[in-house]
Nanobody, 121 residues
Framework: QVQLVESGGGSVQPGVSLRLSCAAS????????MGWYRQVPGKQRELVAS???????NYADSVKGRFTISRDNAKNTVYLQMNSLKPEDTAVYYC???????????????WGQGTQVTVSS
């Protein structure tokens, strides 16, 4: 089974930087896309950033110029560098991956457990 382990969240003041990490199971055959979503209680989960296996990236308008997504294929890990954090960035951040478990398997969606990011004065 695919496992996504997230780390790097915390409570910070506005303007501070954080880097989130998400390591996927080494047993995964292939990861097609990894990304980060965030969710505030009572609201729909929204895409923050994503990156494909060929380095194509996508960002939410609200984080463009502040957040950077990157990956390390050798470690099956994706990162989210978050700079100039704002109170509006406060949310639970979830790692996402679309992956296959073997060459014959169909790709499926997987989610991490979530890590809390709180930005307040």
């Amino acid at each position: 089974q695919v496992q996504l382990v997230e780390s790097g969240g915390g409570s910070v003041q506005p303007g501070v930087s954080l880097r989130l990490s998400c390591a996927a199971s080494r047993s995964i055959y292939r990861i097609y896309v990894m990304g980060w979503y965030r969710q505030v209680p009572g609201k729909q989960r929204e895409l923050v950033a994503s990156i494909t296996s060929d380095d194509s990236t996508n960002y939410a308008d609200s984080v463009k110029g502040r957040f950077t997504i990157s990956r390390d294929n050798a470690k099956n890990t994706v990162y989210l560098q978050m700079n100039s954090l704002k109170p509006e960035d406060t949310a639970v951040y979830y790692c996402y991956a679309r992956a296959t478990l073997s060459r014959m398997s169909r790709a499926d969606d997987y989610w991490g457990q979530g890590t809390q990011v709180t930005v307040s004065s």
